[in-house]
T-cell receptor
Framework: KQEVTQIPAALSVPEGENLVLNCSFT??????LQWFRQDPGKGLTSLLL?????REQTSGRLNASLDKSSGRSTLYIAASQPGDSATYLC?????????FGTGTSLTVIP | NAGVMQNPRHLVRRRGQEARLRCSPM?????VYWYRQLPEEGLKFMVY????????ESGMPKERFSAEFPKEGPSILRIQQVVRGDSAAYFC???????????????FGPGTRLTVL
């Protein structure tokens, strides 16, 4: 059964810092991996989708990498801003469903 | 193009009552998924439906929970005789027909927060 783990559970950084969020998964037979953002009381917003054949994806200040063989992904956020404060969720697609990690709660301090 | 809509956004029920959660998928999407997010836990898959069919209900509790996606109208997640442990955020997602493609994704609604007193 697929297990997705995210570390750290919480992270607090001063504005302007670069940071890395980590995601690991136990079964490498995935179709893709997605990073989502969840704001308090809100739904999920997709940030980046990395197909199983890809190594990384970039969107603006965000860069996500995927190493399927080792079961790891990282989300790199450059020049963090207070508006980046949210919970970041990693999800891998296997079969009919997405398997989610418990998320990293990020606070960017002005 | 409106996104995935869920209502109500907040629902309060007393133990033993029934909860009915509704989800309208994005226009053009024929597939609906329900996830549950318990406090301090990640989202857990519950059920995957197409119109008038349940495709995968491997994540549904065996008792008290049911889901449907009729030919007309929204998808409904129904919880009978709610207990305090059912308190959670319930998210619906939709997609176009999804196979085993690496580009497959789902679009999430804002969720329904269920509180059982």
């Amino acid at each position: 059964k697929q297990e997705v783990t995210q570390i750290p559970a919480a992270l607090s950084v001063p504005e302007g810092e670069n940071l890395v969020l980590n995601c690991s998964f136990t079964d490498s037979a995935i179709y893709n991996l997605q990073w989502f953002r969840q704001d308090p009381g809100k739904g999920l917003t997709s940030l980046l989708l990395i197909q199983s054949s890809q190594r990384e994806q970039t969107s603006g200040r965000l860069n996500a990498s995927l190493d399927k063989s080792s079961g790891r992904s990282t989300l790199y956020i450059a020049a963090s801003q207070p508006g980046d404060s949210a919970t970041y969720l990693c999800a891998v697609k296997g079969g009919n469903q997405f398997y989610f990690g418990t998320g990293t709660s990020l606070t960017v301090i002005p | 193009n409106a996104g995935v809509m869920q209502n109500p956004r907040h629902l309060v029920r007393r133990r033993g009552q029934e909860a009915r959660l509704r989800c309208s998928p994005m226009k053009g999407h024929s597939h609906v998924y329900w996830y549950r997010q318990l406090p301090e836990e990640g989202l857990k898959f519950m059920v995957y439906l197409q119109k008038e069919n349940i495709i995968d209900e491997s994540g549904m509790p065996k008792e008290r929970f049911s889901a449907e996606f009729p030919k007309e109208g929204p998808s409904i997640l129904r919880i009978q005789q709610v207990v305090r442990g059912d308190s959670a955020a319930y998210f619906c997602a939709s997609s176009p027909p999804m196979g085993r493609q690496s580009t497959d994704t789902q679009y999430f609604g804002p969720g329904t927060r269920l509180t059982v007193l």
